[in-house]
């Protein structure tokens, strides 16, 4: 048995923000967290985008 995830978040099989978005806050919180610089803060603000945006 494969055991998985399905993050949908461009509106496919549903709308992205239907669970409401605090359900992905402690995700992307840990990647703020766990950014060290990496990723600038534009990319970083992508949850406030998360599927109106390509």
């Known amino acids: 048995m494969i055991k998985a995830i399905l993050f949908d978040l461009d509106n496919c099989l549903s709308p992205a923000d239907e669970p409401g978005r605090e359900l992905l806050d402690p995700v992307f919180a840990a990647i703020r967290r766990e ?19 390509p």
């Open 35 to 53: 950014n060290r610089g990496r990723l600038s803060e534009e990319a970083l603000v992508t949850r406030d985008n998360a599927g109106r945006e």
